[in-house]
């Protein structure tokens, strides 16, 4: 495939994060981000990441996240440069980039900032080396939205789900070379918010993808394992009945044993505050007398995701407030997906 000369002097992509109901933790191969289990997931609209690529005349990239510059050596910028130097590798570039990106939500702290942050990176950094500046112009020349996110990740597993809208599944297939992600339903199939409650902003002290490696140390997880496709063919049930609450009681179910899996794993991996489980008990509290139908969910990090219908979503966030003044309060919906210099498509 020929390498094209970038002809723009910018190229953005806005990438969203996504939030897994059938989690993805744990790998079976890891330098090929092959994960032990399927996931599926919702995209998000209002929690992005905003990647502008030009080039640069240096001796090597510079990146600069949220007005910090990086270095090779810095905790976010270990991946970031190593993401790029593995696109280099794998589709023969050679020029070397200017990269600006800054998140509309508080990194490292349970909303997946590495899922949007590396399908952005991505998705921007491949349009410029290609001078192809859209999704379809790239999808024409080979590089469809399936082959960029197989490239996404590989600098993080999730950012393969965030290059698509609505709701996505990733499959994990046979073999490394096998995995599959596409959308199983548009933003408008099921009108799902997500309303994210952030107890503490500081960074996480373990990583996502050191909590992948421990994993399997857990004697939970062979059991998760083996019941994960039925829990799966439930989830894929609900979705298909649009049954909010049977959707919720499943997701609710796999985020406690998510938190199991990393609780009893070696060394004992926490990520939920005790802020985090106050509101997890004041939602179910509050569901059990009937006040609304919600239900959490949680990532690697201490914020809750609270899943509720549309119509519900004003009265649950004003609800969350009074009963948590001191956290922050983030209404998000299902969305469309990425855009690429403005376009979705």
């Not at 926490?270 to 569901?287: F, I, K, N, P």
């Given at each position: 495939m020929a390498i094209h000369a970038s002809t723009a002097d910018t190229v953005t992509a806005e990438t969203p994060a996504n939030i897994a109901l059938l989690k993805y933790w744990g790998k079976d191969d890891g330098a090929r981000q092959w994960p032990s289990n399927a996931s599926i997931s919702m995209t998000l609209t209002h929690c992005r990441t905003i990647t502008t690529v030009q080039a640069n005349a240096g001796d090597d990239d510079v990146v600069v996240l949220q007005g910090e510059r990086l270095t090779r050596t810095t905790a976010h910028g270990i991946k970031i440069f190593a993401q790029l130097d593995f696109l280099r590798t794998m589709c023969g570039f050679t020029q070397k980039l200017q990269i600006t990106t800054s998140n509309t939500f508080p990194l490292a702290c349970g909303i997946a900032s590495s899922?949007?942050?590396?399908?952005?990176?991505?998705?921007?950094?491949?349009?410029?080396?290609?001078?192809l500046h859209s999704w379809d112009t790239l999808a024409a020349a080979?590089?469809?939205?399936?082959?960029?996110?197989?490239?996404?990740?590989?600098?993080?597993?999730?950012?393969?789900?965030?290059?698509?809208?609505?709701?996505?599944?990733?499959?994990?297939?046979?073999?490394?070379?096998?995995?599959?992600?596409?959308?199983?339903?548009?933003?408008?199939?099921?009108r799902l918010y997500d309303i994210i409650v952030t107890p503490e902003l500081a960074t996480k002290t373990v990583s996502s993808s050191a909590g992948h490696a421990r994993a399997h140390s857990s004697p939970l997880f062979a059991l998760r394992i083996a019941g994960l496709q039925e829990r799966q063919r439930d989830?894929?049930?609900?979705?298909?009945?649009?049954?909010?609450?049977?959707?919720?009681?499943?997701?609710?179910?796999?985020?406690?044993?998510?938190?199991?899996?990393?609780?009893?794993?070696?060394?004992?991996?926490?990520?939920?505050?005790?802020?985090?489980?106050?509101?997890?008990?004041?939602?179910?509290?509050?569901?059990?007398?009937?006040?609304?139908?919600?239900?959490?969910?949680?990532?690697?990090?201490?914020?809750?995701?609270?899943?509720?219908?549309a119509s519900a979503a004003p009265d649950i966030a004003a609800a969350i407030r009074t009963a948590f003044p001191q956290h922050g309060v983030i209404v998000d919906r299902i969305g469309s997906g990425p855009r690429l210099n403005g376009a979705t498509r």
């Open positions: 899922a949007s942050g590396m399908a952005a990176l991505t998705l921007a950094a491949l349009a410029y080396w290609t001078g080979g590089w469809t939205r399936e082959r960029i996110a197989a490239l996404a990740r590989q600098g993080s597993g999730s950012a393969c789900r965030s290059l698509w809208g609505g709701l996505v599944h990733w499959q994990r297939g046979a073999s490394p070379d096998q995995q599959r992600v596409y959308q199983l339903e548009d933003e408008n199939y099921l989830l894929l049930a609900a979705l298909a009945l649009q049954d909010v609450e049977w959707l919720g009681s499943l997701v609710e179910q796999e985020a406690l044993e998510f938190c199991q899996i990393m609780s009893t794993c070696a060394p004992p991996l926490v990520y939920a505050s005790a802020e985090s489980l106050a509101v997890m008990t004041w939602l179910r509290q509050g569901r059990q007398r009937g006040d609304f139908v919600a239900y959490f969910t949680v990532d690697a990090g201490a914020s809750v995701h609270v899943l509720c219908a």
